[in-house]
Antibody, heavy 121, light 110 residues
Framework: EVQLVESGGGLVQPGGSLRLSCAAS????????MHWVRQAPGKGLVWVSR????????SYADSVKGRFTISRDNAKNTLYLQMNSLRAEDTAVYYC??????????????WGQGTLVTVSS | NFMLTQPHSVSESPGKTVTISCTRS????????VQWYQQRPGSAPTTVIY?????PSGVPDRFSGSIDSSSNSASLTISGLKTEDEADYYC?????????FGGGTKLTVL
């Protein structure tokens, strides 16, 4: 059974940093592209970042470019999101999701349950 | 970058059929596949349609997807509505550098 379990969320002050993790199991993690998607309270889904299967290629939404870094450790079956210079508008539930498609198609077929990040003083 | 526009909300009675639209602002709707996700309150999204019209295993055939190049839009149709279908629905597509979600449609089954 495919499982994605996020962790690392919490309360952080504006300007602070946080690292999210997503532990994957039930599939060959190293074969899949992975994504982070966020959802502010009461709002819709917003794509944040993606990484290819071996970690050599990444892309980001303009709103987080230069502040967030996506990475992965295929030996540990874990996806990461390093978030720096956090702002109030980064407050959201952060989901990791598996990409069934890969290079030319983006199909997010499995999602974790999410971890809440709150940026507030 | 393009946008995907959905109606904010729709409502229909149990047993009826409802269609949710998703209009692409620029570029052809047919150039990249469209996916649809269902999100019940307090839960993570799940995929109900992928590659425009494909259903994952376990999704009932009451759910169907289509695209219409003339209106540059995709549609999710749910027939034989059940109260359990009440949820938020999001369309999603992509281009070479971005992944785009629609704003979401709240489906009320009353």
């Amino acid at each position: 059974e495919v499982q994605l379990v996020e962790s690392g969320g919490g309360l952080v002050q504006p300007g602070g940093s946080l690292r999210l993790s997503c532990a994957a199991s039930g599939f060959t993690f190293s074969s899949y592209w992975m994504h982070w998607v966020r959802q502010a309270p009461g709002k819709g889904l917003v794509w944040v970042s993606r990484i290819n299967s071996d970690g050599s290629s990444t892309s980001y939404a303009d709103s987080v470019k230069g502040r967030f870094t996506i990475s992965r450790d295929n030996a540990k079956n874990t996806l990461y999101l390093q978030m720096n210079s956090l702002r109030a508008e980064d407050t959201a539930v952060y989901y990791c999701a598996r990409d069934l498609g890969g290079l030319v198609v983006v199909i997010l077929d499995y999602w974790g349950q999410g971890t809440l990040v709150t940026v507030s003083s | 970058n393009f946008m995907l526009t959905q109606p904010h909300s729709v409502s229909e009675s149990p047993g009826k059929t409802v269609t949710i639209s998703c209009t692409r602002s620029s570029g052809s709707i047919a150039s990249n596949y469209v996916q649809w996700y269902q999100q019940r309150p307090g839960s993570a999204p799940t995929t109900v349609i992928y590659e425009d019209n494909q259903r994952p295993s376990g999704v009932p055939d009451r759910f169907s997807g289509s695209i219409d190049s003339s209106s540059n839009s995709a549609s999710l149709t749910i027939s034989g509505l059940k109260t359990e279908d009440e949820a938020d629905y999001y369309c999603q597509s992509y281009d070479s550098s971005n992944v785009v979600f629609g704003g979401g449609t709240k489906l009320t089954v009353l």
